[in-house]
């Protein structure tokens, strides 16, 4: 079946380690895009990328890092840089036509201690 | 930029019809879209809408004008299971045909 999966579903780490969440899709989606979502909140964009080897920043970048190698994988690095990371993160794909949605993976509840 | 605006909560009645507006700000738009989204999971695709007017699915809705930047989502016969957060979302033009979301219109159907 196709689709979008994340792993892991839950990730606990300690304060000042950097982490990675996977985002990989079998869509044949040409962009992919990594949101954050705090309680409460709607969507936020953090990195989005149209084609591999191309990538741009969203509205909150800071403290993230990205890579598109492959067009089926997005993986989004967490750094220590970033002062409030315990948050829901989601990664989706979509074509770059007009009339496609974008599918959503399960997303990543991360938690730093 | 783009700047998305939804009510933060609404409260209906099981049976009953719910409208849910957005309206948004863009500097190239390419389509606006609805998901639903429970507590703790994914957004799921409930419409997309391109050019003017009303696009029914069931007992869900959407209407679109382009030229007033507004959207508005329609829920009929609600249940109880459509108690969810209502995410407007907007795709921009141009090469990097970016999607920003709202932050979301939290539903709550009531008996």
């Known amino acids: 079946d196709g689709g979008i999966t994340q792993s892991p579903k839950y990730l606990f780490r300690k304060e000042g380690q950097n982490v990675t969440l996977s985002c990989e899709q079998n869509l044949n989606h040409d962009a992919m895009y990594w949101y954050r979502q705090d309680p409460g909140q709607g969507l936020r964009l953090i990195y989005y990328?149209?084609?591999?080897?191309?990538?741009q920043k969203g509205d909150i970048a800071e403290g993230y890092s990205v890579s598109r190698e492959k067009k089926e994988s997005f993986p989004l690095t967490v750094t220590s840089a970033q002062k409030n990371p315990t948050a829901f993160y989601l990664c989706?794909?979509?074509?770059?036509?007009?009339?496609?949605?974008?599918?959503f993976g399960q997303g990543t509840r991360l938690t730093v201690v | 930029g783009q700047n998305i605006d939804q009510p933060t909560e609404m409260t209906a009645t099981e049976g009953a019809i719910v409208q849910i507006n957005c309206t948004y700000q863009?500097?190239?738009?390419?389509?606006l879209f609805w998901y639903q989204q429970h507590a703790g999971e994914a957004p799921t695709f409930l419409s997309y809408n391109v050019l003017d007017g009303l696009e029914e699915k069931g007992r869900f809705s959407s209407f679109l004008s382009r030229s007033k930047g507004y959207s508005y989502l329609l829920l009929k016969e609600l249940q109880m299971k459509d108690s969810a957060s209502y995410l407007c979302?907007?795709?921009?033009?141009?090469?990097?045909?970016?999607?920003?979301f709202g932050t979301g219109t939290k539903l709550q159907v009531i008996p």
């Open positions: 863009t500097s190239g738009f390419n389509g």
């Open positions: 989706a794909s979509s074509n770059k036509g007009r009339l496609t949605e974008a599918f």
């Open positions: 990328s149209q084609i591999v080897n191309d990538f």
């Open positions: 979302a907007v795709k921009g033009s141009g090469g990097y045909q970016k999607v920003t």
